[in-house]
């Protein structure tokens, strides 16, 4: 029989109380994750849930086709871009930033009002390089760049430049709009390229967006500018909630400055102009160079901090 192990009274009370604080301690943290878990949930103030569809909606004031097929693809990207989070959120705040600029472009030359969306859909009016090396806000690529009379060089590219891009945009536009006869048909090819939109059409011969059975894409895209659209435009029914200071505002308390002759170092530059090398590439993201050569009869304007 094997004898049974008496443990000492005082190494008794030591176990308890190692045993009482250890339950105190789980109880005190069990507390401490269930608050902070109830104060995250509280302020992150989203429900989730579907998409209202039962609605009109349309884009460049053409009506969308609503069916089966195209109202799961709009609710797709809708229920994809609303929770979105982070993007979307960007999203809005940059638009407060660039939508002056590009809305006054885009009715000067006649171009519908909602194809500002279309530049969110495009880059978020961030300066990114797609992996096919498309660039700037309206993500052109060289060539096309150059044949909209966008400067490309090793030193300067105006994809990259705000005005002058959106400008370009608006021609390029134009011109798929007029081939193509409608605005949703122009949009759908600046995603794909005219050329495989046009074959797209022949080989359906279907002349209508919604109706054509393109890649994924393309068939995404147009419903991409329309989800981005409806969330700009009302972003509290998305559950984004942005206070005026929280939006980016228009770039203020710039001066124009004519550049007529060679800048051989834009960090001597930016010095003599009493601004940083940082702040000259910030504002002219369009300088692609460390430096700047001018042609004889060119004049660049650079944007700089006042004094």
């Known amino acids: 029989m094997i004898p049974k192990k008496i443990i000492p009274r005082n190494q ?3 176990l308890m109380g190692i045993f009482c604080l250890a339950g105190t301690m789980t109880l005190l943290l069990a507390y401490t994750y269930s608050t902070n878990a109830n104060e995250t949930l ?25 069916n089966e ?9 809708l229920s994809i871009n609303a929770y979105l989070q982070s993007t979307s959120l960007l999203n809005l705040k940059m638009s407060a930033r660039y939508f002056p600029q590009v809305e ?53 590219d105006e994809r990259l430049h705000i005005e002058k891009s959106t400008q ?7 011109k798929l709009h007029k081939r193509f006869g409608t605005w949703t048909n122009a949009a759908a090819a600046y995603n794909i390229g005219p050329t495989a939109f046009a074959k797209y059409v022949a080989e359906q011969k279907e002349p209508n967006y919604y109706h054509m059975h393109l890649n994924d894409e393309t068939s995404r895209y147009v419903f991409r500018i329309l989800a981005i659209k409806d969330i700009v435009r009302n972003p509290q029914d998305y559950g984004y ?5 929280h939006r980016y505002k228009p770039h203020a308390n710039l001066r124009d400055v004519s550049v007529q002759s060679d800048i051989p170092s834009l960090v001597d530059f930016a010095q003599e102009n009493k601004t940083t090398y940082r702040l000259v590439k910030y504002y002219n993201p369009w300088l692609t160079g ?10 660049y304007t650079l944007k700089l901090p006042e004094n």
């Open 12 to 14: 008794v009370y030591v």
């Open 42 to 66: 509280n302020n992150l103030r989203q429900n989730v849930t579907g998409i209202n569809l039962n609605r009109s909606f349309e884009f460049a004031g053409e009506p969308v086709l609503m």
């Open 69 to 77: 097929d195209t109202r799961e693809r709009l609710d797709r990207e």
């Open 104 to 156: 006054k472009v885009l009715q000067e030359n006649g171009i519908p009002e909602d194809f500002k969306y279309l530049a969110i859909a495009e880059s978020g009016f961030r300066n990114l390089t797609s992996s096919a090396n498309a660039k700037g806000y309206w993500q052109f690529m060289g060539p096309a760049a150059k044949e909209m009379g966008l400067e490309v060089t090793d030193e300067v």
């Open 168 to 174: 370009a945009a608006c021609l390029y536009i134009k």
């Open 241 to 245: 909630f942005l206070a005026d200071d």
């Open 290 to 299: 460390k430096q700047l050569t001018v042609k004889p009869g060119k004049t």
